[in-house]
């Protein structure tokens, strides 16, 4: 396997710490919610990448301070808007927080600290994550160009968290019910030809395995790929880059 050079464009930010409330809540599945955050320190967000992570700040009921990792799902510069889709998953306090959240509470966004831009002009995409990265997934499919050749393997608990993606693109989906699936799934694909990219995102252990199936197994180049670590079983806030 010979390595090329990598496209994808690094870009830092400045890192602001900004003060929003809540302006809209709207439930999307039974382990989804659609939170979208105003106010003024929005006015110059930027987020250039469906891969760019923010620190989401919050109180929890004690009054102590937290922050867990968010995928910017939208972004509205206009009318001062941000959107994060929040996954309701256990007892965390986040989920939790997000559960009872309510017009007018209040929170701080920081970040993105960086984006990482990758070329749209691949002749293929493939997307692959559990329930953690599907706001990730759908940001990335709505901005694809039409007729791109998208193919997604995701990973939700119930059938109710499956999504309909509007694109006009080459789309094929793949759903399963669990991480082991996942993995075979992935192994069964029929590898494309021609140049193509892989974003991943998911659980720790399952991310580990999946990143020795696609550079072992599939034989496709590290500098065409990114896989990330969004949780860990028995760890809160976790983001780590694997490739």
Do not use: C
Not at 90 to 96: I, R
Not at 111 to 131: A, C, E, K, Q, T
Not at 144 to 165: C, K, M
């Amino acid at each position: 396997m010979n390595s090329q050079p990598t496209r994808i464009q690094r870009i830092r930010h400045d890192l602001h710490y900004r003060p929003v409330v809540v302006a809209r809540v709207a439930p999307l599945s039974p382990s989804f919610v659609s939170i979208t955050f105003t106010g003024d320190a929005l006015a110059d967000f930027r987020s250039d990448s469906f891969d760019d992570h923010v620190k989401f700040m919050f109180k929890d009921p004690g009054g102590e301070s937290l922050m867990r990792d968010y995928t910017p799902r939208h972004v509205d510069l206009l009318r001062r808007e941000l959107t994060i889709e929040f996954a309701l998953h256990g007892d965390g306090m986040a989920a939790n927080w997000a559960r009872q959240a309510q017009v007018g509470d209040e929170a701080i966004i920081a970040g993105p600290r960086g984006s990482v831009i990758v070329p749209m002009d691949y002749d293929w995409h493939l997307l692959i994550g559990d329930s953690t990265a599907l706001p990730a997934i759908h940001r990335r499919i709505s901005e694809l160009a039409s007729g791109q050749r998208i193919l997604v393997l995701a990973q939700v608990d119930h059938p109710e968290d499956r999504r309909q993606f509007d694109s006009d693109s080459a789309l094929d989906i793949q759903w399963v019910t669990d991480h082991e699936a996942l993995l075979e799934a992935t192994a069964a694909l029929p590898w494309p030809q021609g140049e193509g990219f892989v974003w991943a995102a998911g659980e720790s252990s399952t991310m580990m395995k999946l990143r020795t199936l696609l550079t072992e197994n599939k034989q496709h180049p590290p500098e065409a790929m990114r896989i990330a670590v969004y949780w860990r079983r028995g760890k809160a806030n976790v983001h780590e880059q694997l490739a």
